[in-house]
C-alpha cells in the first residue's frame, strides 16, 4: 500500500505546486514541442485495492499536447489516453485512447487484452 500512498501524495502536491488551474486538465511537464497533462477533475480517476489481476492500481486520464508551427499553419494534435497504473508492481497498461487534429476527433480505441508493461524510470513525461 504504501507505493500507492506515494503516488497520491505525489499528485496531491503536484496539485497544491501547480499554477492557477483554469481547466480539468493539470500541466504535468513540458519537453520541446509537446506538454504533458494530467486530468484532475474527471470523476474517472479512481483507486482499486484489487483491478485487472493487479494489485494498488490507479486508473486516470493522461493528454499529451504536439504544436506544429510553419509558415502561416499551425496545428495541435492531441492524444489523451485512459491509463491504468500498478503502483505495487511499476506496471502501466494503457486502457483506451482518442487522438485530434485541431480538436477534431482523428481515431479512438479500446484496448482489450494489451499486456502490462514495466515503467522505465525517467521515461513518461
Not at 502536491?13 to 500541466?27: D, E
Not at 492524444?79 to 485512447?97: C, F, G, P, V
Amino acid at each position: 500500500m504504501k507505493p500507492l500512498f506515494i503516488l497520491s501524495l505525489f499528485i496531491s502536491g503536484a496539485l497544491c505546486h501547480a499554477q492557477a488551474q483554469s481547466s480539468r486538465w493539470m500541466l504535468y511537464s513540458k519537453s520541446p514541442g509537446y506538454t504533458y497533462k494530467i486530468d484532475t477533475l474527471y470523476s474517472d480517476i479512481k483507486q482499486y485495492n484489487k483491478y485487472d489481476d493487479h494489485y494498488s492500481v490507479v486508473i486516470l486520464w493522461c493528454s499529451t499536447i504536439k504544436e506544429t508551427h510553419s509558415k502561416n499553419i499551425h496545428h495541435v494534435s492531441e492524444y489523451r489516453y485512459k491509463m491504468a497504473i500498478d503502483t505495487a508492481n511499476l506496471q502501466y497498461e494503457i486502457k483506451s485512447a482518442i487522438e485530434y487534429l485541431d480538436k477534431e476527433v482523428v481515431h479512438s480505441e479500446v484496448f482489450d487484452g494489451i499486456n502490462w508493461q514495466e515503467i522505465i524510470p525517467d521515461t513518461i513525461a
